[in-house]
């Protein structure tokens, strides 16, 4: 039992399983839909729409730039606009290349904190709530679209329970963190808190602090809700240029969904797993051809995932800016070291 243990907490062990995993879960997939469906959907495709998603995409890219650029300076770590973009787009390119959806923020968190002597720690604070902000904006969406058409849209009637369950947890983390200071009178908060490593607690402290950043907070906030409605847009250009005749809203349905379990570090960039629930999805609202829609739907997805990848993978391999995997691991122990000495 032990053995098992240590081998589960083995990284390279968990990265392997997560890859066979997603190649087990994309074999089942793929087996279950009918390519020549698949073929002839983009045979048919009008690829204007997928012009305009890649537009779509960067003004996405602009504005979560901009969010992440006001979430560091309200902790006094100021980056230009484009270096921010720079390590953004690397962050894209890590996306892809590490296992699990939060493999770029990682990397992402380095380099920001190459930038800064004294704030590490909030660094990675602000690289988190840049990501949580996102997953308001997803669930907060997801929850609205389907509370406004659960008379349209009964196939995913049956979701709503979940998704009021993710607002309300997020909610119950958000009140935690911005009234910390009130439950420390009690002494199970304080026992809680003992256990938690320092690292952690700089970190929600730094979150704390945002207290005395409402509107940057409030800006941040609605930046990530205008993302992702474009995100859902964007979808809806897929549906549109693989003619699948779909009503505009489900894409503010399906969209958030896919995006929610993306973001789940299960498989590689959610790889098999994110396809089962695409074909899941559009079978639920298309009465023939709804897995191989699905599919297709991954496919363009992915090859949108991948452009911005490649910009990031150009930015990775510019002279001063890449950083080999033992420069990551060095600065890693560093940021430990110094935690251990607080």
């Known amino acids: 039992m032990k053995s098992v243990i240590a081998l589960a907490k083995n990284k ?32 048919d495709m ?47 390119f890590f996306n892809l290349a ?8 990682v990397v992402k968190a380095v380099y920001v904190m190459r930038e800064t002597k004294e704030k590490k720690a909030e660094c ?18 997801a929850a609205l679209s389907l509370a406004l058409t659960l008379k349209m849209s009964a196939e995913f009637r049956k979701l709503f329970p979940g998704v009021l369950v ?16 009130y439950w420390r009178r009690y002494a199970w908060w304080r026992a809680l808190e003992a256990r938690v490593p320092h690292v952690i607690r700089r970190m929600v402290n730094a979150l704390h602090e945002y207290r005395a950043h409402k509107a940057t907070l409030l800006l941040a906030l609605a930046e990530s809700v205008v993302l992702q409605v474009i995100m859902c847009v964007i ?77 990031g993978f150009v930015y990775w391999i510019l002279p001063g800016t890449h950083i080999r995997r033992d420069e990551l691991e060095a600065e890693a122990a560093r940021l430990g070291q110094s935690e251990d000495a607080r």
């Open 235 to 311: 979808a809806w250009c897929f549906g549109l240029g693989l003619r699948l005749g779909l009503a505009w809203y489900l894409y503010f349905i399906i969209f958030p969904i896919l995006t929610l379990i993306v973001t789940i570090p299960v498989t590689p960039s959610g790889l098999g797993v994110t396809e089962g629930a695409a074909a899941w999805c559009f079978k639920q609202v298309m009465r023939e051809g709804g897995g191989s829609a699905g599919i297709a739907f991954m496919l363009l997805l992915r090859l949108l995932t991948v452009n911005m990848a490649l910009v």
């Open 46 to 92: 009008n690829w204007w729409y997928f012009a305009a998603a890649l537009a779509l995409q960067w003004v996405v890219i602009a504005i979560g730039n901009h969010r992440l650029q006001i979430l560091l300076r309200a902790q006094e770590v100021r980056l230009s606009y484009w270096r921010t973009l720079k390590y953004n787009c690397i962050g894209y």
């Open 98 to 105: 590490l296992p699990g959806g939060t493999g770029g923020d």
């Open 12 to 43: 390279a062990f968990l990265n392997t399983a997560k890859i066979v995993l997603a190649v087990v879960l994309l074999a089942v997939v793929f087996r279950l839909v009918d390519w020549r469906e698949v073929r002839r959907l983009f045979a």
């Open 166 to 181: 993710l607002l309300g947890l997020t909610a119950v983390g958000v009140v935690l963190v911005a009234t910390k200071n």
């Open 124 to 141: 990675v604070s602000v690289i988190l709530l840049d990501r949580v902000m996102g997953l308001i904006a997803v669930v907060a969406i």
